[in-house]
Nanobody
């Protein structure tokens, strides 16, 4: 059964960078559309970025130009490189298998989440 595991969260100062990874022990993610989502305290979970099995990507407007999603086929991970981080990026970040990257629709397998805190 597919399980997703996130890693790479932590505390970073505004303007700093973090790299999140999503892995699926025993599986390759190559054939799946994988999305990154986040949920800040008191807010609804929102889609951040997504990559299709074919490598097409999309991003929420709030992170365009700052975040980059990619696959590392050697490590069998989907990564989210986050640059120029802002306090409003503080949230628990989740990766999920999704049915459609467009609109970040129909996530149906979730990781446990990793905390990202942007603070001075």
């Amino acid at each position: 059964q597919l399980q997703l595991v996130e890693s790479g969260g932590g505390l970073v100062q505004p303007g700093g960078s973090l790299r999140l990874s999503c892995a699926a022990p025993g599986f390759t993610l190559d054939y799946y559309a994988i999305g990154w989502f986040r949920q800040a305290p008191g807010k609804e979970r929102e889609g951040v970025s997504c990559i299709t099995s074919g490598g097409s990507t999309n991003y929420a407007d709030s992170v365009k130009g700052r975040f980059t999603i990619s696959r590392d086929n050697a490590k069998r991970t989907v990564n989210l490189q986050m640059n120029s981080l802002k306090a409003e990026d503080t949230a628990v970040y989740y990766c999920a298998r999704v049915r459609y990257c467009s609109g970040f629709r129909s996530p149906f397998v979730w990781g446990q989440g990793t905390q990202v805190t942007v603070s001075s």
